[in-house]
């Protein structure tokens, strides 16, 4: 008698391998749409221009090879997403970080190599943090 008890009342609560699979599921979907959005604010947030961007401001598109290697990825095993530039293969180091936060690089004019201070010009950061205050409303109804 005892036991049926336990049992109906156990009916009466979550299942908790249903919650726990409609939460990751909608935390991928949540994530995965919040990656999207801030890839896009950083894309757009790049102007396509002649000279360089002035420092403080998102780099400048002269080729485009940052602004198409954009990419965001659900990462499942740390249940996040990872927002940001492919790694591209240069010889002058790694660009996409050094526009992001600034540092020595090398310039290649007219066959002459020289070692040049870029100064930051932001663009994954300020992209993040405009699309911060959509992840909540996102988070709205989306465990079903």
């Not at 391998?17 to 950083?42: D, H, I, P």
């Not at 400048?60 to 602004?67: E, M, N």
């Not at 990419?71 to 940001?84: E, H, K, L, M, P």
């Not at 992001?100 to 100064?119: D, K, N, S, T």
Request: charged fraction near 25%.
């Amino acid at each position: 008698m005892l036991g049926m008890r336990i049992s109906q009342a156990k009916a009466g609560f979550f299942d908790r391998a249903a919650v726990v699979n409609a939460t990751t599921r909608a935390e991928r979907k949540v994530l995965s749409r919040f990656g999207a959005f801030v890839r896009q604010r950083a894309r757009t947030s790049m102007k396509r221009r002649k000279i360089p961007s002035p420092p403080g401001q998102p780099p400048a598109v002269q080729v485009g090879l940052l602004k198409q290697h954009l990419y965001f990825a659900w990462d499942g095993v740390r249940r996040s997403v990872i927002i940001g530039p492919a790694r591209l293969n240069q010889k002058a180091g790694d660009v996409p970080p050094t526009l992001e936060y600034g540092g020595p690089a090398v310039v290649v004019r007219r066959g002459q190599a020289r070692r040049v201070l870029i100064a930051p010009r932001p663009y994954m950061r300020p992209a993040f943090a405009a699309e911060q205050n959509s992840l909540p409303p996102l988070w709205r109804n989306s465990i079903r």
